[in-house]
């Protein structure tokens, strides 16, 4: 919006009282002037202006600072509202907003000889008409923070609501990435379905979705694929726990760390908020990549594999089977196994279970170990622990592969919305437990309670328990620098955060499964550092001390 009647009247005012309705004089340029123009040439960077009862201070990032009054000639705030449209008349006078300001365009002088015309200053820099026709836009401190904090935006049609997690709706997806942050500046628009996903997540307001491509193709850099997720972060207010999961995921060198990106989402022009865009999981080269196991193999060497399971309570999927210890496990790929192939997964679980309750358990050959790919699941289970996941102790989003060969591996990490101090129902789901930094939790509850389930046996080996000691050890300096990657990601969606509250604003209010509410993002974010700091702490000791 333009500024109001007020600001063109009062600005003919400043200019009458500056002496600036006649042709000025080479000695009354307002002062404050010639040092703005003199710190231009200099290349100095604007940083910040501070508006006072008498005025401006503009401040640059080399510590020089230069006040205005704003009876020399006023320098106006357009941080909230657009600037004035200046022009020249067809009689060489200068026109702000609609007003005759009575000075002369003159091309044939220096700016350090012509006056002010109109200045003011946006969020990004100061700008300065002058009256010999050039403009100062001030190079700004502020640029590269600028870029860094403008997210790539997502705009999605879609050609009737978006009700189901079953039915999917025609639609389109265009991506606009206007600083190139990866390399890519427009996508699309091209044609998409879309549906609803999630489980607790899609009954929240702000819905999560996923998105399927006519066409595989390659998203703000990501390896090209049809699938993708959208993760809504609803109940995560710091908007990052899944970005440092995955961040500790990428530390442990999974087999598969899903890609991501921090988004803007319009859907039929309507804003959404901010948005995790994810690679979908799926069996793909560049995803999880394995050979899914034939239809027709039902014997020998060709049944050991590839399967990809996930274990989940919600037993969701066309074939599941609950094992004797209470674990969930889903067919993800094959999601119709042959009845040889069910049973052959069946009996490899039941096998490891009764394994871990023998005599011979910790036995190197025949005991457990036999059964899994040992780094995958002590690096699985430092990081759920370490993130005190309460939906990572063998009970939901978890996800093994079994491939011809290979002993069964934890093949990469979902889900953790709730993790890291946001879930407010640990006590009341297994009692002994609680929602701080403090305390085992993966290593001595499983879905059916305390002391059950597989790490609970795995730590009754010395050697078990000596190889986690090892892993954490190593691991410890690079998740020494989670802090200030939170920092890192938090800045980075400083500007998008407050667009998105402002669409759900929800701050001051507890949100299922919060423990605490902080009235900003400021606070949620020092929380989740906060939790993240004292629980790896609380763990060093811990788990050195075991």
């Not at 000075?103 to 109109?118: K, N, R």
């Not at 600028?146 to 999605?156: E, F, G, R, Y």
């Not at 710091?238 to 760390?257: D, H, P, Q, Y």
């Not at 605490?516 to 700091?533: C, I």
């Amino acid at each position: 919006m333009k500024h109001s009647v007020f600001f063109v009247l009062s600005l003919a005012l400043v200019l009458i009282m500056s002496g600036c309705t006649k042709e000025p004089s080479g000695t009354s340029q307002p002062s404050g002037y010639l040092e703005l123009v003199q710190a231009y040439d200099a290349g100095c960077k604007f940083l910040s202006a501070e508006r006072n009862a008498s005025g401006v201070t503009i401040s640059f990032s080399d510590g020089k600072n230069i006040s205005v009054k704003d009876e020399d000639f006023m320098i106006y705030d357009c941080t909230e509202s657009s600037p004035s449209e200046v022009v020249v008349s067809s009689d060489g006078k200068w026109i702000v907003g609609g007003v005759d300001t009575g000075i002369s365009l003159d091309t044939g002088i220096s700016c350090s000889e012509a006056y002010p015309v109109y200045a003011y200053y946006d969020e990004v820099t100061l700008h300065i008409y002058v009256s010999n026709g050039e403009v100062l836009d001030f190079p700004s401190a502020n640029d590269d923070e600028a870029k860094n904090q403008t997210l790539p935006v997502i705009k999605l049609t879609a050609e009737g609501p978006i009700v189901s997690k079953e039915d999917y709706v025609n639609g389109s997806i265009y991506i606009e990435d206007a600083m190139m942050l990866y390399g890519q500046e427009k996508f699309g628009p091209v044609s998409m379905r879309i549906r609803g996903r999630g489980n607790t997540t899609w009954d929240m307001p702000k819905k999560p979705w996923k998105v399927k491509l006519d066409e595989k193709a390659s998203l703000l850099g990501m390896p090209a694929d049809k699938e993708w997720a959208l993760l809504a972060n609803y109940s995560d207010k710091s908007l990052l726990r899944n970005i440092v999961a995955l961040k500790l995921s990428e530390i442990c060198g999974f087999a598969w760390t899903p890609r991501l990106r921090s988004v803007e989402v319009y859907l039929n022009d309507e804003y959404q908020g901010v948005y995790t865009l994810c690679e979908h999981k799926k069996v793909s080269s560049d995803r999880v990549n394995i050979d899914v196991i034939a239809e027709d193999a039902v014997e020998g060497e060709a049944l050991t594999g590839g399967y990809y399971l996930e274990i989940d309570g919600s037993m969701d999927e066309t074939t599941c089977f609950l094992s004797r210890m209470g674990i969930p496990v889903m067919f993800s790929d094959p999601e119709e196994p042959a009845e040889a192939q069910l049973n052959y997964i069946k009996n490899l679980i039941a096998e490891l279970e009764d394994v871990l309750e023998s005599e011979n358990f910790a036995d190197p050959v025949n005991g457990y170990q036999k059964y899994i790919d040992l780094k995958s699941f002590i690096d699985f289970y430092i990081v759920q622990e370490l993130v005190k996941n309460i939906d990572g102790n063998l009970r939901k989003s978890t996800f093994i592969t079994k491939e011809v060969g290979k002993k069964m591996e934890m093949y990469h990490l979902w889900d953790f919305d709730i993790a890291l101090g946001n879930c407010n129902y640990f006590s009341s789901t297994f009692p002994g437990t609680d929602n701080t930094y403090k305390g085992f939790f993966v290593k001595d509850y499983s879905g059916s309670g305390k002391d059950t389930g597989w790490f609970h046996y795995m730590f009754k080996d010395p050697e078990f328990v000596k190889k986690v000691q090892e892993r954490w050890n190593e691991l410890k300096p690079e998740f020494d620098k989670i802090p200030d990657f939170i920092d890192e990601q938090a800045f980075y969606l400083d500007q998008a955060q407050k667009r998105n509250f402002e669409k759900w604003d929800i701050l001051n209010t507890m949100v299922w499964p919060n423990v605490e509410v902080f009235g900003s993002y400021e606070g949620e974010v020092d929380y989740l550092k906060h939790f993240y700091t004292k629980r790896l702490e609380w763990l060093d000791e811990a788990i050195n001390a075991l």
